[in-house]
């Protein structure tokens, strides 16, 4: 969570002081992968590793997420059209799921699961849907409703349920963006 919060800090400072480069994109994306692939990968490796059966090498699925998170940073650098919406689940959001998924322990340590959850938060990362970004152009409430109900419910959540809201933040995430792409919603909102 610590570098998810620098990972918006590293990016806003940038924009602030208008010192972005294409060598500090490239280093941030391989310190997101890292922080935002590798990391929960581990987590999630350790955590299936501890099963104490003959399917222990099924934690190895879990070697899909940095894989992944590091086609979808380098997808992300290349396309333009991903600046006020995502393509693919964010690597944060992946990351955060992962081990909030983890450390929640509402799945005890189910080794079957590793391989069916690695291959589907890959395959997230990598989707062509579109999916929210907070990257607001304007701080006025049309064009940004569902960015700011989001966000509603998300500190709404927090503020209720602490940290025990944050295995359902991501879920969320994803049913909000995934409602934001259907055509009925943009006629609500006169897009």
Known sequence: MIAGVFDF???????????????GKELDSLADMVTFGVLPALFLFKWAALTPNNFHWLAYSSALIPVFA?????????????????????TPAAALLTVTIVKASFLVSWIYF?????????????????MLSFKFTSMVLSGN???????????????????KFLPYMIPIYLMLSLLSNMPAVHKILGK
């Open 9 to 23: 800090l590293d990016g806003f400072t940038a924009k602030l002081f208008q010192s972005t480069s294409s060598f």
């Open 70 to 90: 590091a086609f979808r940073l380098a997808k992300f650098n290349l396309d333009s059209t991903q600046s006020d919406a995502f393509i693919g689940l964010p």
């Open 114 to 130: 590793t391989p069916i959850y690695s291959l589907s938060v890959s395959l997230l990362m990598i989707a062509p849907i579109k």
């Open 145 to 163: 409703e569902l960015r700011y109900l989001t966000l509603l419910v998300m500190i709404i959540g927090l503020a209720l349920f602490q940290l």
